[in-house]
């Protein structure tokens, strides 16, 4: 029988997320509209949501994650910011910069969302450090490949992961020959017969 | 049944003359991809926000174009909201009528502004007819107990 190995996977979810396996995604605009749709968009791609209207707001938000930064707190994570460009108060922009001089927060992938398309605003935010720059109205196809991208450091996890499901399903021995090398990662239904175990 | 048919033929023929005279965009296709059993309501509900938000711009565009010094970066900002909201739903017609519009406004020029006024709340009013019908046709199709055909 095959052994299983699980290589050291590259820190872009913590462990802890993986007991929800979702991603988490803030998204800023300040249109109810448009928050409404990015808000279904997320949900219909098996993402988390969060939906503020404002920079200051995401802000607050976030600055409240790193105050209580530690294991027990890591649903409150987030994996990528969306944000808008052009809003009253603080642009997208301006948030971006926030973001990726912040010590605490620069890690986490932010994308820009604009109705315009201008060169230079595409290029100032992607000189700043932005991920992507998405043209409204976002279409289900641009979040997709978002999400793709996002989870790209845990492909070798993924693939691992669909491996072993394939086995359990195949009535193969549920239980992993080396337990210090393996997880169970099941990130649509919990697995019935193999407990969750972490990563040590 | 004769009477679900005939109201899913209604159904067909009033979307695509919806989409044929730029009512309507692919956008509004996308919202309808996003409506499933878990969110049966979903274009619905985000055509009401849209409805709502609109009304709140429209108003506030009346009050800033009626001042005595017409506050013209005002009046854009209000307009690229509407744009982008009916973008989001795709409201074709109102999005051009709001492109014309913000381009009087970096003119400053207020002539321009109240026409483009008068014409975003006409395209305004048509397009809310237009969805509202729409969705009374849905409603008669599902109460008859069809289903709604899928364009």
Known sequence: MARTVWRESPKKLEVSDRSSAELHVLAVDDSLVDRRVIERLLKISSCKVTAVESGSRALQYLGLDGNKDSIGFQDLKVNLIMTDYSMPGMTGYELLKKIKTSSTLSKIPVVIMSSENIMARIDRCLEEGAEDFLLKPVKLSDVKRLKDFILKGEETVEEKVTTHKRKLTDGHDASPESPSSSIEYDPSSPSPSAPKRPRL | ?151
């Open chain 2, 1 to 151: 049944m004769d009477g679900v048919v005939q109201l899913q033929r209604q159904f067909i023929d009033y979307t695509t003359s919806l989409y044929e005279e730029k009512y309507l965009d692919e956008q509004f296709r996308q919202l309808q991809q996003l409506q499933d059993e878990s969110n049966p309501d979903f274009v619905v509900e985000v055509v009401s926000l849209f409805f709502d938000d609109s009304e709140r711009i429209l108003n506030e565009l009346a009050n800033a174009l009626d001042q005595q010094s017409v506050d013209f970066k005002r009046v854009d900002a209000l307009v690229h909201q509407l744009k982008g909201s009916s973008s989001s739903i795709g409201a074709q017609r109102i999005q051009k009528m709001c492109i014309a519009f913000r381009n009087y406004c970096e003119e400053q020029n207020i002539e321009g502004c109240l026409n483009c006024m008068q014409q975003v709340k006409n395209e305004y009013s048509l397009a809310k007819n237009k969805l509202e019908t729409l969705f009374k046709i849905e409603q008669q199709i599902l109460a008859a107990g069809g289903s709604i055909p899928v364009l």
